[in-house]
């Protein structure tokens, strides 16, 4: 008889796994905040309220500018040099987000003027937000770069975490304009975000201060990232800032929830490439090569991408009803449509940031240039929401074929040299 026993192995979770889970529990969170939102809300007031998750989206992306920075050169910098450049970095981050803010604060009866919005004063909130959103990205960034990928995992957490619970005490339990109590929840979780917080370390920046050549590194890459970063505003989230100006409220309303469905394969892609950027520089560091990991990631989020098109495709309503309920039921023949647009870009996407960390730069002008095409298309052409979409899908499908193209073309130099 066995008295007792042991298991052959332990089942133990890589800090990379740790982040991966934590990331799909940060975007499930996320969009249950949306969900929630749009069924409390209905479609003409939640179409106010997808204006403010678009620009928060829009702010993530121009904060993700700082962290992909500080990720970047924090993973190729050690000791008292890291400090420094870290310190240094938070400063412009903090003055820039101060900049922003008081633009947006400057102009926010503009802003209620083009987005059609019930008010102006949700705009100020948001502004508020702006400096202190700037530094909590410099701190994921510093965690990203140094793979602390728990710490990482848990600022993601108290953001979201602390947005969906505020967000919907407030709106729940005051009554008022709903557009402003979703602003202010949204600023109090970038305060939650902040932890855990990095300090720098005063000693270290004082040993080592950042060289010119550095400081040129520094700023080069900032203004590439910055640049990429706006072609991702742009392509993910133009459409739905034009719709709102082009169409009524509940059209707008609408055409949020399907983006918000669709948008799922770009979340679930960001969570693998936020590991794949690090990883690339750290392989590039040590003169390995960094393909294989690229195919790795791209084949993973290819076969999440293909299959989320594929249920979209087959159960556009159920999913729909799920999600926001009957009254936007009719957006479902547009489900899977959207979704195939967002997968393309998601792919794209991988190219692009493999690229941005080896250093090389032109498909980030390519993104560019099909950022501002899509723009201009859908002005053009935005006679119902299914043309909207179709438009779409046509300029991705372009974005990727020719990001395909400069890839092999890449490997095919690399090839002859060696």
Sequence with gaps: MIASSTLPYKLTLKPEQVFMLSALVVNGGNYVYNLVLGRILGPEKFADAAILITLL????????????SVTKFTAGLEGAKQFSFFSFIKKVAIISGIILGIVIALF???????????SKEMFYFFAAGIPVYFLMSTNRGYFQGNKSFYKLSFTYQTEMISRLVITLVLVLTLKG??????AAGIFISFIFGLFPYQ??????????PLEIGSLKSIFGFILITAFYELTQIIINNSDILLVKHYFDAYEAGLYASLALIGRMVYFVAWMFVMILLPTVVKLKKEGKDPLPVFFKYLSLISLLAGSIVVLTFFFPETIIQLMFGEEYITMAPLLWKYALATSIFAVSNVFVYYFLSLEKYLPVVISGVF??????????????????VEVQIVIM????LIQLGLFFYQQKKKFRRK
């Excluded at 989206?57 to 992909?68: K, R, Y």
Aim: net charge neutral; proline share 0%; aromatic share 12%.
């Design 108 to 118: 926010a009866g503009e802003l209620q003027q083009i987005f059609q919005t019930n």
């Design 397 to 400: 499908s372009f974005l990727l």
């Design 177 to 182: 304009n709903t557009s402003l109590l979703i």
């Design 199 to 208: 300090k720098s370390k005063s000693k270290d920046v004082a040993e080592s």
């Design 371 to 388: 950022g501002v095409s899509q723009v201009a298309f859908i002005v053009f052409f935005h006679q119902s929401l299914a043309q909207v």
């Design 57 to 68: 989206m829009v702010l993530s992306f121009v904060a993700m500018t700082f962290q992909l």
